[in-house]
């Protein structure tokens, strides 16, 4: 009976020495723990804010939204807040699912990770936040549940739904990046949920919320969507600072094809957003025209592809000038609500350098 053969000997360890002058890029397959000394303080430091800017659902008031609803809103005005929710619904959970899905195993930094950790609470507040909505505007539990079938039965969201889990599908049956086929692949799912589910489909959102706060109706709403809206910048800031540490690891990543396949990408994400838009407001809101939507949504892409460093393509102002005054703290009678600006205190400093 022949021995089996001796198995081969298993490669060295790696130094301390060594695993701490060649940390791995952050798209290298692998699983880095090492977070002394910090590779990526950026990324901790967005973790911090993030845990600064705390909120709970329970905090927002929608006992005057009922009222304007039933009593200050016509038949446009319902139908809008009616596909604006239907939208809602899902929407965070679609993110939710790529965070899981395609994002947490492939960034090899425990930096970044420990941010995707917090994003993915955020994205369950804000589902929470909209389930809490939903029950509140339609008590009909039929209507309910027509509203969480959005996805399936409504053509404007569907098609939306379906532009995100395309890209989300490309990455998810991914199991390692590879090799630069991959890794495009995967900057290209970043860029579409940074730049077209955040950065223009839920901004687009937003605006319809914030026209209605300006018409002094649905404060709940706009209280609440206040900070959503601060976390989604957020989560739209980190993808693009990933973007940058790829980039300055990996130029030759951003070539012509890629930033072509990005521009394709958005161009299809503002007509998604068009068409959401021409339902939404289909029956007539005074006030607000699919032109202007339009005109704001291409404003937002352009300054996504510029942030992304690429040229601008549509040259559009933004016609609402209510959501020019989103960047800034709102003011509140302490007494009355919290300050969206709010941030609950993050005691102790660390050493981003320190040894164990």
Request: glycine letters at 4%; one cysteine or more; charged letters at 20%.
């Amino acid at each position: 009976m022949t021995a089996a053969p001796a198995p081969a000997p298993a490669p060295p360890l790696p130094s301390t020495a060594d695993v701490i002058a060649r940390p791995p890029r952050l798209l290298d397959p692998g699983t880095c723990l090492t977070l002394r000394p910090m590779a990526y303080p950026d990324f901790y430091a967005q973790y911090r804010q993030a845990i600064r800017n705390t909120w709970t659902v329970e905090e927002v008031d929608f006992s005057t939204d009922l009222r304007d609803l039933a009593e200050r809103m016509g038949p446009a005005e319902r139908h809008l807040i009616q596909r604006l929710v239907a939208f809602f619904a899902t929407g965070d959970s679609i993110v939710a699912n790529n965070l899981v899905l395609s994002l947490y195993r492939h960034l090899n930094a425990p930096e970044a990770r420990m941010y995707l950790s917090r994003q993915l609470y955020e994205e369950a507040l804000h589902v929470q936040f909209y389930l809490t909505l939903l029950d509140t505007y339609v008590p009909d539990p039929d209507q309910r549940h027509a509203a969480f079938a959005a996805v399936e039965t409504i053509p404007s969201i569907r098609r939306k739904a379906e532009f995100c889990l395309r890209w989300q599908d490309t990455v998810a049956a991914i199991p390692r990046l590879d090799g630069p086929a991959h890794r495009r692949q995967f900057l290209l799912n970043l860029i579409c949920f940074a730049a077209c589910t955040e950065g223009l489909f839920f901004y687009g959102a937003f605006a319809y919320v914030y026209f209605l706060r300006s018409r002094g109706l649905l404060h709940g709403l706009a209280a609440g969507t206040n900070w959503v809206f601060r976390d989604e910048s957020a989560h739209m800031a980190f993808a693009f600072s990933v973007i940058d540490v790829v980039r300055d690891q990996e130029p030759e990543l951003f070539d012509a094809e890629l930033e072509a396949a990005v521009v394709e990408m958005i161009e299809e994400a503002v007509a998604c957003e068009v068409a959401f838009a021409e339902d939404l407001l289909g029956l007539g809101v005074a006030g607000l025209t699919v032109a202007d939507l339009r005109a704001y949504l291409e404003y937002c892409a352009d300054q996504r592809l510029q942030r992304l460093g690429m040229a601008t393509r549509y040259g559009s102002t933004n016609p609402l000038s209510f959501m020019e005054l989103q960047d800034i703290p709102e003011l509140a009678n302490f007494f009355e609500r919290r300050v969206s600006a709010y941030q609950h205190g993050v005691s102790g400093t660390i050493d981003l350098d320190a040894d164990f």
